[in-house]
């Protein structure tokens, strides 16, 4: 199996006012291709900081992260959101859907924006595979939790990205959707080959991915 992602001595600290706290201490962590894995810790551990770190919304205080063998921790903002936009996937436990789109319109808009052909086309394709064929036309605030988490989920993997990184994907939702939605993760996620980091609560949830990684004082159990 090949290295998708390498953290390698791992540090980040958070500046508040005059005092610095020390969130990750000296991770290194790889994931391979198409391994899935959780990220389970107490609140505040770090869990969310970790995700923020690999997707490159958040830089390390210091060492580095490789994506596919490339350093991305000394690249520009935007060359970082360029690899992201291309290879990397991101679900978060509020859905961020746009409230004046349509199902459809959220998934296309990201496809649009990269120059897809028929954007509409792959993005009806795609909610149609989340169960959503009846919901196209629907605006957010016309669909369930599980329903605009599933546009969500269409939107943040519609590139096909390499990795997938979900940050408590089912918090705002029930037991019910909640297994749905991590159900159609790890089909779509074993269908496509792609790797996934999923953040959650949830031991059971946990328990679905090959790996569990358990964040504590600051370092990885
Ligand atoms: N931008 C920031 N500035 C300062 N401190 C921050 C910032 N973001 C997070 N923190 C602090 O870093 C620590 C880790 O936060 P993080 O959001 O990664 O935790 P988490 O494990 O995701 O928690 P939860 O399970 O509650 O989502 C917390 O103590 C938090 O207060
Ligand atoms: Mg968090």
């Known amino acids: 199996m090949s290295t998708l992602?390498?953290?390698?001595?791992?540090?980040?600290?958070?500046?508040?006012?005059?005092?610095n706290i020390s969130v990750l201490k000296n991770i290194d962590l790889n994931i391979q291709k198409k391994e899935t894995v959780s990220v389970v810790g107490e609140s505040g551990s770090g869990k969310t900081s970790l995700i923020m770190l690999i997707g490159g919304l958040e830089i390390p205080t210091s060492g580095k992260i490789f994506f596919q063998d490339q350093e991305i921790t000394n690249l520009k903002e935007d060359e970082i959101s360029e690899i992201r936009k291309k290879?990397?996937?991101?679900?978060?436990?509020?859905f961020y859907l746009i409230p004046n789109y349509t199902a459809v319109e959220n998934v296309a808009l990201t496809l649009e924006l990269n120059n897809f052909k028929n954007p509409e086309k792959e993005a009806k394709h795609l909610l149609d595979r989340f169960g959503l064929k009846n919901r196209f036309n629907n605006l957010p605030s016309q669909l369930s939790g599980g329903e605009q988490q599933r546009v969500a989920i269409a939107r943040a993997i519609a590139m096909k990205p390499e990795l997938i990184l979900a940050d408590e994907p089912t918090g705002n939702l029930d037991t019910e959707n909640s297994i749905m939605i991590v159900?159609?993760?790890?089909?779509?996620?074993?269908?496509?080959?792609?790797?996934?980091i999923m953040v959650t609560h949830d031991p059971k949830l946990a328990d679905k991915a090959k790996r569990k990684i358990k964040i504590k004082d600051g370092k990885i159990k």
């Open 87 to 94: 290879n990397i996937g991101i679900i978060f436990q509020s």
């Open 5 to 19: 992602l390498k953290l390698k001595k791992i540090n980040l600290q958070y500046k508040t006012g005059k005092e």
């Open 183 to 196: 159900n159609i993760l790890f089909k779509y996620v074993k269908e496509e080959g792609s790797s996934l």
